[in-house]
């Protein structure tokens, strides 16, 4: 009868050691980093689904790495059989800490009465894509979606000049929609963060408008119809 308690006890055991290897891993891999790469700060070390390979963040970018801090993966690391990127996880944290650190204060935002859902999306004021979902701001607002605008001027100065109007208008609103229509706003400077929106946009890996950042963190290059994004949302 005493056999179940010994079992319980060693199986208790066994478990600890397990984790407490895995946890020296980690710690190994962390000494070994900072001895080898002693510039670099490390935002976070995790295990992996593959045994020796851990998951190493530092600052935007995810790389996986061998517990003595020889070898490096560079690159989306993906699971065939479930056909998820393993990365994705990861990146959306870091997409989401981004956001969150910019502030939706620093963002040109349109509200709905009631908000189920916020959407942050990577735009610029001329790319065709991004007028047409601009186009469907009403649709947004009618069902409860808040959208969140980072602007990724890329068209060179006068684009810049005219991303930093629209931020600079008394209603920046109503220039947004006037600049989307292709019609011209007047030229105004003033104290502005349109710098961080192209520097956030870069880091989080957004190369190209539009770019959807979802709540979760999961990031949509390019365009989706407003009725797919929101089903994408309350799935």
Same mark, same amino acid.
């Given at each position: 009868m005493k ?6 006890f =060693?199986?208790s055991l066994f ?16 000494q070994a980093?900072a001895?080898?790469m002693?510039s670099v700060?490390?935002t976070?070390?995790?295990d992996?689904?593959i045994e ?5 963040i530092?600052?935007?970018?995810v790389?996986y790495?061998s517990?003595d801090a020889r070898?490096?993966i560079?690159g ?6 479930t056909k998820q990127?393993?990365s ?5 944290v870091?997409r989401l800490?981004?956001i969150?650190?910019?502030g939706s ?7 709905p009465?009631k ?5 942050t999306?990577?735009t610029d004021i001329?790319? %065709?894509?991004?007028r047409?979902?601009h186009?469907?701001?009403p ?9 969140? $605008?980072?602007?990724m ?6 684009d810049?000049k005219?991303?930093?109007s ?7 609103q =109503?220039a947004l929609?006037?600049a989307k229509?292709?019609?011209e706003v007047d030229?105004k400077?003033?104290?502005?963060p349109?710098a961080e929106?192209?520097q956030l946009?870069r880091?989080?890996g957004?190369r190209g408008? %539009? ?6 963190g999961?990031?949509?290059?390019? $365009?989706? %119809? ?7 949302l309350?799935?």
């Open positions: 056999i179940i308690p010994i079992l319980l =060693l199986t478990s600890t050691f397990v984790v407490s290897a895995e946890t020296s891993d980690v710690d190994k891999l962390k980093l001895k080898s002693p700060k490390v976070n070390v995790a992996t689904p020796g390979l851990y998951e190493v530092v600052g935007s970018q790389v790495m517990v070898y490096m560079e989306d690391l993906f699971d065939l059989k990127n393993v994705e996880e990861a990146k959306s870091i800490s981004a969150n650190k910019l204060d620093n963002m040109l935002v349109y509200t009465e908000i189920k859902n916020t959407i999306v990577i001329d790319c %065709p894509y991004c047409r979902l186009n469907e701001i649709d947004y607002m009618e069902n409860d979606v808040e959208v969140r $605008y980072i602007f001027p890329l068209k060179g100065a006068a810049m005219k991303t930093i629209v931020w600079c208008s008394d209603d920046q =109503l929609d006037i229509a292709g019609g030229e400077i003033c104290k502005n349109i929106h192209l946009a880091e989080i957004v408008t %539009p770019a959807i950042v979802l709540e979760n999961q990031l949509l290059p390019g $365009y989706v %119809p407003v009725d797919k994004l929101i089903a994408e309350r799935k």
